[in-house]
């Protein structure tokens, strides 16, 4: 019975592991022969061909200075507001932590949309602030506007880590610390952010990955600020015909990249690494009144900035439209139309990501308990491919699976 049991768990481990060796292992092989391939011999002719062009390197450089930026400064706000909120209390708190997960929901295309009818050109805080204050326009477009999109987008990612760890940390040393005449700022640089290095190296790796491979955000208001998400979708389709064995070198270096910058976090992330366990957890401690508007202007100031798009975008759906002009009064006109003209459109993107929700939660619960209870061969190997989506930017590993489906296409085409 036992040998059964152990049959079974091998099987399970074998089916799991052929399905990443055919979703992931096998694309990102297509990528490599499309880009190492040509006329059926071995060649570097792509990867040549972007280090002798400072075009395709100033891209690389772009996405780079894009994602580090990206990432400190959502590692600034994510950190500051789980400290405030962690320390203090204070009237909203349960209400702003709903309003923070909202701000981390919206698709890039939607925020970086809503960004561009807020502070674009002929946006509504544009139009307020050169009309009625008579100061310059905010230019949204291009690098400020791409990190300020993926900062307001990427920081609650941050604050959910950190607040979470601020839960392990024991009072005691707080108090240790007071005891020995450190407070405030002081007590946050010395004795707490220490404690977080392993938790803010884990969402660094994600802020930034995210921030390396969205496409939307750059495609929208970059506005000739190229990235190298960007950079790979229009080497693979461009109206004059597209280079696919370039576009599958470029996903290679994106995943060379993704892979070594894992690999240091990890290598950074395991020489601090360490275990906390809060025998007396963190209380928060009512806001005194000298620190009451600093910490209320902070807290809602930031949220609210954060949900902004969404706010807006939520306003103008019920304004009334002449055409694509607004004009006076409210109306659910815009939302029949949308169900009118998009209605499989609708359902189909509340299905697609549903059933992979569903997907995600079986294989994920299914693979953590082979990987804890049934360990053998075949999941030592599933926990390290596990790891692949993590650092494949979606666009790199999208590439290899549309290359694939045209190609067998033209083989039927060809039948």
């Known amino acids: 019975m036992k040998g059964k049991k152990l049959n079974i768990w091998t099987s399970s481990s074998f089916f799991i592991f052929l399905t990443y ?16 391939i040509h006329e059926g011999q071995f060649s570097l002719a792509n990867f040549e061909d972007f280090f002798s062009k400072s075009y395709y390197s100033e891209t690389l450089v772009n996405s780079f200075n894009v994602s580090i930026t990206s990432t400190v400064t959502s590692l600034v706000l994510g950190t500051l507001l789980a400290y405030l909120f962690s320390i203090y209390d204070f009237k909203g708190k349960k209400f702003l932590q709903i309003l923070i997960i909202i701000a981390s929901m919206s698709a890039p295309f939607v925020g970086a949309y809503s960004w561009i009818l807020l502070l674009g050109r002929n946006g509504v805080i544009t139009k307020f602030l050169t009309n009625a204050l008579h100061l310059p ?38 108090e240790a610390a007071e005891n020995m005449g450190v407070f405030g700022f002081k007590r946050m640089i010395t004795v707490i952010l220490p404690l977080l290095v392993p938790t803010l190296l884990a969402a660094a790796l994600l802020v930034f990955m995210r921030a390396f ?36 070198a470029l996903a290679i270096m994106a995943i060379i990249i993704a892979l070594t910058i894992f690999l240091i976090q990890k290598y950074i992330s395991n020489r601090y690494s360490f275990s906390m366990n809060s025998l007396h957890p963190i209380e928060p401690k009512k806001i005194t009144k000298g620190k009451m508007v600093a910490i209320y202007a902070t807290v809602y100031g930031i949220v609210l900035f954060s949900v902004l798009p969404q706010l807006f975008l939520i306003y103008t759906s019920f304004l009334k439209t002449s055409g694509m002009v607004f004009v006076k009064g409210y109306s659910l006109n815009s939302y029949k139309i ?28 299914f693979i953590s308990y082979l990987a804890v209870r049934k360990r053998n061969l075949f999941t030592n190997l599933i926990d390290s491919l596990s790891m692949v989506p993590y650092i494949v930017p979606g666009t790199v590993l999208a590439l290899p699976l549309s290359l694939h489906s045209i190609q067998v296409s033209s083989e039927v085409a060809s039948l």
């Open 21 to 36: 060796l055919i979703f992931l292992v096998y694309p990102i092989i297509i990528v490599l022969k499309q880009a190492l």
């Open 137 to 174: 326009a905010i230019d949204i477009y291009g690098f400020k506007g791409i990190v300020l999109v993926f900062t307001l987008q990427l920081f609650p990612l941050v604050f959910l880590y950190v607040a979470g760890a601020m839960k392990r940390i024991d009072h005691s040393l707080l």
């Open 213 to 248: 491979s969205d496409f939307g955000t750059p495609m929208l208001i970059g506005e000739g600020y190229r990235t190298f998400p960007v950079l790979i979708y229009n080497q693979f389709i461009s109206e004059v015909g597209g280079n696919s064995a370039f576009a599958s």
């Open 338 to 365: 949308a169900f009118n003209r998009m209605g499989a459109t609708i359902f189909n993107t509340i299905r697609i990501p549903l059933i992979a929700l569903i997907l995600v939660v079986l294989f994920a619960s």
